[in-house]
């Protein structure tokens, strides 16, 4: 059994067990279960459910493992040719760390 749920604008396709790096979730701590009633599909041993836009009654329950990861650094370097012109910045996305406890359909 898994389910399609949408996490702060992203989607991720949750069964139990399986452990995702979402976007940052302010004020979690480690141990502390989120739900998530933002399921735009679930599929039960074969059966399909599709939600216009989202399935009634269905959630995901997470675990909070580790509320702040960094991500990998990623260079952003802007350059116009023959002009002298060089611009360099860096960027570290912030991530949490979940594992997907129940889904309820």
Not at 46 to 65: I, M, Q
């Amino acid at each position: 059994m898994y389910a399609i749920v949408e996490i702060q604008g992203q989607q991720f396709k949750a069964e139990e067990g399986k452990k995702l790096f979402v976007h940052h979730i302010k004020d979690v701590e480690v141990g502390k279960t989120v739900e998530f009633d933002k399921v735009l599909l679930v599929d039960a041993d074969g059966t399909v459910t599709v939600g216009s836009p989202t399935v009634e009654g269905a959630k995901v329950v997470v675990e909070v493992l580790n509320p702040l990861v960094k991500g990998d650094k990623v260079i952003v370097f802007k350059m116009k040719r023959r002009k002298d012109s060089r611009k360099r910045n860096g960027h570290r996305e912030q991530f949490t760390q979940v594992e997907v406890k129940q889904v309820i359909a």
